[in-house]
């Protein structure tokens, strides 16, 4: 069965400080793969979507970029973070082999910016 | 563009009772649709999901929902809600045409349930 996993579970950084969160998915091969933060009440925004490995594309302008250096790893990143950054990040997996929609969520990694 | 929206923003009910909670969105076509749950401080979890055929269908945890597209409304619905059935739950909406699954969600419903 596959699987999904995301570390840390919890990060506290201060501003300007880099940031890195990592998901790996088990179980499957060539996932479409898919970071999104969570805001208090504001529901999920799709930040960043991997098709392939290299291949990323970002949903929105800011402060954060993505890589998948390999086939089930993708990566959020950040050089300076602001306090705007602060949220729940969700990592998501899904198979273009059977349509792509149904999208799998690993357990995410709570970000407070001090 | 899509959009889906939750109407209520927060729900509560008491154990045993039914619910309902609503979905609509704007899409020309019949998207795909889909809800999502979600416990404090956890990841998104898969009730339910349409694609197509039978607009009625069955998920995990006893939950069901009803596709109607004269109305343009997926509500989520549970015959006898429990008390572990106390989260967030986000509809979400789908377009065909690609493999990559681009899905736009509610702003989401927080379930409260009373004892």
Redesign the interface.
């Known amino acids: 069965s596959q699987t999904i996993h ?1 570390w840390p579970a919890t990060l506290v950084q201060p501003v300007g400080s880099p940031l890195s969160l990592e998901c790996t998915v088990e179980g499957t091969s060539n996932p ?1 793969l898919y970071w999104y933060r969570q805001a208090a ?4 925004q ?1 930040l960043f ?1 991997s ?1 392939g490995i290299g291949q990323i594309s970002s949903e929105v302008p800011q402060n954060l970029s993505a890589s998948r250096p390999q086939d089930r790893q993708f990566i959020l990143s950040s050089k300076k973070l602001l306090l705007s950054d602060s949220g729940f990040y ?1 990592c ?1 997996w ?1 198979s ?2 059977s ?10 990694t ?1 970000l407070t910016v001090t | 563009a899509q959009s889906v929206t939750q109407p209520d ?1 927060h729900i509560t009910v008491s154990e045993g009772a039914s619910l309902e909670l609503r979905c609509n969105y704007s899409y020309g076509a019949t998207p ?1 649709l ?1 809800w ?1 749950v979600q416990s404090p ?6 009730l339910l ?1 349409y ?1 197509s055929g039978d607009t009625l269908v069955q998920g995990i945890k006893g939950f069901e929902a009803e596709f109607k597209r004269s109305q343009s409304s997926f509500n989520l619905r549970k015959p006898s809600v429990h008390w572990s059935d106390a989260a967030e739950y ?1 509809c979400a909406v ?1 377009r065909g045409g ?6 736009y ?4 419903t927080q379930l409260t349930v009373w004892p």
């Open positions: 995301q479409n009440g504001r529901g999920l799709l979507y098709v969700l998501a899904s273009p082999r349509g792509g929609y149904e999208q799998y969520f690993g357990p995410g709570r | 923003i795909y889909f999502y401080g956890q990841g998104l979890q898969l999901k694609f986000f789908g690609s493999t990559l699954g681009r899905l969600f509610g702003r989401g």
